[in-house]
C-alpha cells in the first residue's frame, strides 16, 4: 500500500470483562460496524432494517455479493454435527462462544483467586503469579474455541452459515439475520432481493481458505443467476479478503474482469488496522491518563459501569496492573490470535515483519507463516492488483471515514486520521492527511509523484475541511468521504447506504463528478439509523383522536423528516436540528394520545434519570481520583 505519509467487576477477572467488553462492545460490529476490538477493529455495518425489499422494476441489474465484516457472518459451534449447547441447554455466546458466567467465574476463582488475593495483600505480583493467571483465564475464555491449529485450521467445528441462495429465497429466519446486520433496502428498492447474495465466513478462521471460497462463489452466483459478472461489496474486514482475492486471480493468470463488474468498498481495512497491528507488536498503550480515564469509557460506553472500572482498577498498583493487561495481550496473542490468518490480515504491512519476528519465528509457525507472508505479499501488491483490475475493465469504488482517532488503546490512536477502527490511509489506499482536525498547510500542493488524478489541471478534489488531499489516493476519482463519521456508525449513515445502492445499480455512475449534487466527493457524517425506524412507527400512529392543531403539527413534522432524510447533502446541524424536533413533536403526539403531560410541561417526576446521575458520580470520583493521583493505585497513594 502505498503510504505518502512517513509515518462482572470482581477483581480476581476484571480483565475478562475488559477483553469481553471490547470485543463485545467494540469491534466487531456486532451492531453496526462492530469491528478489532482489543484487536481489530474491524466494523462493520448493522442497523435496524425493515426485511422486506422489492425491485422497483423489470430492469435487469447485475447481481451483487456482500463481503461483510469481521463477525458479521453468523456463525455456530457444533459437537457432533449439531449445533453444541452449553451446560444450561442453550447455544454458546457468540462470537466467542463463551460459556455461562458462572463457569466463566468458577473458572477465574479457581484458576486466579489465590494469585489475585496474594498480590491483593502483598500489593506484589511475585513471579507474576496474578498476572500469568489473569492471563490464562481470559485467553481460555475468549479463543479457547475458535483456536486454529498449526495449519490455520479449526480445531473445532466453527462453521458459517452459507447462503447458496439469492436473498430473497432464503428462509425468514436467515434473511432477518442478513438484514440486521447490512442496511440494505436502499438496494434491494431498486435491484430486488434477487439480485443481493451475501459470503459469509468465520472471521478468525483461515485467510487462504476464505480467499478460494469467495473464488468459488462469484462462480456459483453467475450460474445461480445467469449473469455473465457481479459486483463485490467488500465491508471492512471484507477489503482484507478482497485482497486476498485478487491475488488469487493473479496467482492464476487470470483477469478479475472475466466475472466481475464494479467492486464497491466501503471503510475497507485494505492495509489493516492499527489496533491490531499496534497491540500485536508493542501491546496496549501504557499511558496513565488513557488506563485510568478514558479506555474503558472508550470500550464500554459513556455509562457508570466505565467509570466504576476507572475506580475499582486501583486495587492494583499501577506497575503490576500494566503487567497484567500485557501479559493478556501476549497469552491471547502467543497462544491463539497468531494462528488465525484472517487476523493476519488485519495487521498493517507497516507492523506485519515486527510482528513477524515475535510471534511467527519458531518451528510451530512454519505453516502459519507461509499462510501469512503470502497473505502480506497479497497486502503489498493490493494497489498494484488494484490498477490492474481497473485496466482490464473492472469499475472500482471507495466509501471512507475520516477524523476520527482510533480508540485509545494502542500508541497509534492520536497519531493518524483514522475512523475510530481503520486509518485513513488503509481505507483510502494511501490518502494524505497530517491527523484529526489538523488541516493542509496554506502553501501545500500535491507532490507531483504521489499525484494519481487523472486531470490535475482541471479536476477539483479539495477537501471543504482541507484535512485530507484525496490526489495521493490511489483511485481520487472514484473514491468517497465522509467528514466526522465513525466506522462502527456506518451503517446508520444512511447517505452511504443510498451512495452504495446507486454505485451499485446505476452504471452511468462513473466517477465523483457524475452525480455531485446528491453525492459529492466529500460529505459529512451523520446517524438516522433510529430517526428511520422511529419515524416509520410514527407514520402508522392512529391520529384520528388528536386535536386538529396538533394533527397539523404531526403531518408537518412528518413532512419535514422525510425532506431532511432524502436531502443527502443536508448540513450536520440542521439533519440534528430536524431530528429533534421530530423526537418534540413525537413526545406531544404521544401524550396526547395517552392522556399524560409532555415532560416540558412542568411535570419533572418521570424525568429524573438515576443511572445518569449515578454516572455523573462515579464520572466525577474518577476524574478527581486521577487529577490527585494519577497512575497510582490505592496502596500507593500518599
Known amino acids: 500500500m502505498q503510504n505518502f505519509e512517513q509515518n462482572y467487576l470482581q477483581s480476581e477477572y476484571f480483565c475478562v470483562y475488559f477483553i469481553y467488553m471490547f470485543f463485545e462492545r467494540k469491534f466487531f460490529m456486532k451492531k453496526p460496524f462492530k469491528a478489532l476490538a482489543l484487536l481489530l477493529s474491524l466494523i462493520i455495518l448493522s442497523a435496524s432494517v425493515s426485511v422486506s425489499c422489492f425491485a422497483a422494476s423489470n430492469e435487469s441489474y447485475i447481481p451483487s455479493i456482500i463481503v461483510p465484516g469481521i463477525f458479521q457472518s453468523?456463525?455456530?459451534?457444533?459437537?457432533?454435527?449439531?449445533?453444541?449447547?452449553?451446560?444450561?441447554?442453550?447455544?454458546?455466546?457468540?462470537?466467542?462462544?463463551?460459556?455461562?458466567?458462572?463457569?466463566?467465574?468458577?473458572?477465574?476463582?479457581?484458576?486466579?483467586l489465590v494469585p489475585i488475593s496474594r498480590l491483593l495483600i502483598s500489593q506484589k505480583d511475585k513471579d507474576e503469579m496474578a498476572a500469568n493467571a489473569v492471563a490464562d483465564v481470559l485467553a481460555r475464555t475468549l479463543m479457547e474455541k475458535q483456536k486454529c491449529d498449526e495449519n490455520g485450521k479449526f480445531i473445532n467445528d466453527i462453521r458459517a452459515t452459507k447462503y447458496y441462495d439469492s436473498v430473497k429465497d432464503l428462509s425468514d429466519y436467515d434473511r432477518e439475520y442478513i438484514f440486521n446486520q447490512l442496511p440494505l433496502q436502499d438496494y434491494c428498492n431498486v435491484a430486488g432481493e434477487e439480485n443481493l447474495y451475501v459470503f459469509s465466513y468465520a472471521s478468525l478462521g483461515n485467510m487462504i481458505d476464505t480467499a478460494k471460497e469467495l473464488y468459488d462463489f462469484i462462480s456459483f452466483v453467475k450460474k445461480d443467476s445467469g449473469s455473465d459478472k457481479v459486483n463485490l461489496v467488500p465491508i471492512s474486514q471484507g477489503g482484507s479478503v478482497a485482497n486476498a482475492l485478487l491475488q488469487l486471480y493473479a496467482d492464476n493468470n487470470r483477469s478479475l474482469s472475466e466475472d466481475v463488474h464494479r467492486i464497491v468498498y466501503i471503510v475497507p481495512a485494505l492495509d489493516g488496522s492499527l489496533l491490531l497491528g499496534d497491540i500485536f507488536?508493542?501491546?496496549?498503550?501504557?499511558?496513565?491518563?488513557?488506563?485510568?480515564?478514558?479506555?474503558?469509557?472508550?470500550?464500554?460506553?459513556?455509562?457508570?459501569?466505565?467509570?466504576?472500572?476507572?475506580?475499582?482498577?486501583?486495587?492494583?498498583?499501577?506497575?503490576?496492573?500494566?503487567?497484567?493487561?500485557?501479559?493478556?495481550v501476549e497469552k491471547l496473542v502467543g497462544d491463539y490470535m497468531r494462528f488465525s490468518t484472517l487476523l493476519w490480515g488485519l495487521v498493517p504491512s507497516g507492523n506485519y515483519p515486527g510482528c513477524r519476528e515475535i510471534y511467527l519465528s519458531d518451528e510451530i509457525s512454519t505453516e502459519i507463516r507461509r499462510q501469512a507472508d503470502w497473505y502480506y505479499g497479497a497486502q503489498l501488491n493490493s494497489d498494484k492488483n488494484i490498477l490492474n483490475a481497473v485496466n482490464d475493465g473492472v469499475e472500482i469504488f471507495d466509501v471512507v471515514d475520516y477524523n476520527e482517532y482510533l480508540y485509545e488503546i494502542c500508541d497509534s490512536w492520536n497519531k493518524v486520521n483514522a475512523d475510530g477502527i481503520i486509518q485513513l490511509d488503509s481505507t483510502s489506499m494511501g490518502a494524505f492527511s497530517l491527523g484529526v482536525d489538523v488541516q493542509l498547510p496554506a502553501e501545500y500542493t500535491t507532490p507531483a509523484e504521489f499525484n494519481n488524478c487523472s486531470d490535475p489541471a482541471h479536476h477539483d478534489h479539495s477537501d471543504p475541511n482541507n484535512i485530507v488531499d484525496p490526489c495521493t489516493g490511489l483511485l481520487p476519482e472514484t473514491t468517497f468521504y465522509f467528514f466526522n463519521q465513525n466506522h462502527e456508525k456506518t451503517a446508520s449513515n444512511d447517505i452511504i447506504m443510498k451512495l452504495a445502492a446507486a454505485l451499485l445499480t446505476d452504471d452511468s455512475f462513473k466517477t465523483v463528478y457524475s452525480r455531485p449534487n446528491e453525492f459529492p466527493q466529500f460529505n459529512n457524517g451523520r446517524n438516522a439509523?433510529?430517526?428511520?425506524?422511529?419515524?416509520?412507527?410514527?407514520?402508522?400512529?392512529?391520529?384520528?383522536?388528536?386535536?386538529?392543531?396538533l394533527k397539523a403539527e404531526y403531518d408537518r413534522v412528518i413532512e419535514e423528516s422525510h425532506a431532511a432524510l432524502n436531502n443527502t447533502v443536508l448540513a450536520p446541524d440542521d439533519f440534528e436540528q430536524a431530528k429533534a424536533n421530530f423526537y418534540s413533536v413525537r413526545e406531544r403526539v404521544n401524550c396526547a394520545l395517552e392522556g399524560k403531560e409532555p415532560s416540558d410541561s412542568g411535570d419533572t417526576s418521570l424525568s429524573f434519570d438515576f443511572t445518569a446521575v449515578l454516572t455523573k458520580l462515579l464520572k466525577v470520583a474518577s476524574d478527581i481520583l486521577y487529577r490527585l493521583f494519577k497512575g497510582l493505585g490505592f496502596s500507593e497513594m500518599k
Open 281 to 328: 507488536e508493542y501491546g496496549l498503550l501504557d499511558d496513565d491518563e488513557e488506563l485510568y480515564k478514558k479506555m474503558f469509557p472508550a470500550l464500554m460506553g459513556e455509562d457508570y459501569t466505565a467509570y466504576l472500572v476507572n475506580i475499582i482498577i486501583r486495587i492494583f498498583p499501577n506497575a503490576d496492573l500494566n503487567n497484567i493487561l500485557d501479559k493478556a
Open 74 to 112: 453468523e456463525v455456530k459451534y457444533y459437537e457432533n454435527g449439531e449445533v453444541a449447547l452449553n451446560s444450561e441447554g442453550e447455544e454458546y455466546q457468540k462470537p466467542f462462544f463463551i460459556n455461562p458466567t458462572k463457569e466463566v467465574v468458577a473458572d477465574a476463582l479457581t484458576t486466579a
Open 529 to 549: 439509523k433510529g430517526f428511520m425506524k422511529d419515524l416509520n412507527e410514527f407514520e402508522k400512529l392512529d391520529v384520528s383522536a388528536l386535536s386538529p392543531e
